[in-house]
């Protein structure tokens, strides 16, 4: 009778054990909710890894940021950090990236065309504004005669600096010269002033030998340059630059619909990054919101 009892309080328990856990969960969880707190969340099932070459700043910033709103989606975002604009294209070209994010899509055309390359853009991100910053000297309108001003060497990135240096009245470049002037379009030459070019990671660099740099933007950033407090001159927010030089994802043809580079877009497109841009950069770089 006492063997009977004892087996009848142990089907009983195991019984109750079975349905608190078909109901709660585990006994970790009904204790937890039992104290009022809530069950452990259920972890995200993986979509796998995203690649991404960058810039260091602002790109590589921007990305730490979606790296966690993708962690949450499910997604590994790998970024690796590139001083020049020459490897993110071809780590990309060859497989080994995912995507880029470093440039415009003037620099990807002129970078294809020139390289042999199949790489595609699959969406804009922000625009940096071209700054022209005080070397040795400060004021553009008293500028020494035969002065030297550095700007980028790449194809259009030069052209962008000559515009601007143009806008402002330095030089005056051939009619019809436009994104792709170089040195030798220079027309009118006032001041008989000596263009620099430098490859564009090195333009900060000589910043106190020559009287003014003109730099792209995530290189301002990286000298600790603000374009609305340091420059003396630079492109506006609603110029035809804002729409022609903004940064994009780029990818290689044929990619252009992979999972993880779709969710990067969208990641990088959406309010939170928007909001960081503005918070963050005092108006060096601007999110592209069209």
Not at 25 to 38: H, I, N, V
Not at 49 to 57: E, G, L, R
Not at 240 to 260: F, S
Request: overall charge negative.
């Amino acid at each position: 009778m006492k063997a009977k009892k004892i087996l009848s309080l142990v089907l009983t328990t195991a019984l109750l054990g079975g349905i608190l856990t078909g109901c709660g969960g585990s006994a970790a969880d009904s204790a937890a909710e039992a104290q009022g707190g809530e069950a452990p969340a259920e972890n995200t099932a993986s979509k796998g890894t995203i690649t991404v070459a960058a810039s260091p700043t602002p790109h590589a910033e921007i990305l730490a940021q979606a790296k966690t709103i993708l962690a949450e989606q499910g997604w590994d975002l790998e970024v690796t950090e590139f001083e020049d604009y020459v490897q993110p294209n071809l780590v990309v070209e060859s497989g080994e990236f995912d995507a880029n994010y470093m440039e415009h899509l003037p620099y990807l055309e002129s970078f294809n065309e020139e390289q042999g390359t199949h790489l595609v853009s699959v969406g804009g991100i922000h625009y940096e504004p071209f700054g022209i910053y005080p070397g040795t000297e400060s004021d553009l309108s008293a500028i020494t005669d035969g002065a030297t001003i550095a700007v980028p060497n790449d194809t259009t990135n030069e052209a962008r600096a000559l515009l601007l240096l143009q806008d402002n009245g330095l030089i005056k470049l051939a009619e019809g010269a436009g994104l792709t002037a170089t040195v030798n379009d220079i027309a009118e030459n006032p001041h008989n002033l000596n263009i620099q070019e430098l490859e564009a990671a090195q333009v900060s660099r000589v910043k106190d030998e020559v009287a003014f740099v003109v730099l792209n933007g995530n290189y301002a950033l990286e000298a600790g340059l603000s374009v609305a407090k340091d420059s003396v001159a630079y492109e506006k927010s609603d110029s035809e630059a804002a729409k022609t030089y903004v940064n994009i994802i780029v990818t290689k043809e044929g990619n252009e619909e992979n999972e993880g580079v779709k969710a990067l877009v969208d990641v990088l497109k959406s309010e939170e990054i928007v909001n960081y841009i503005n918070d963050t950069y005092d108006g060096a770089v601007i999110p592209f919101t069209e």
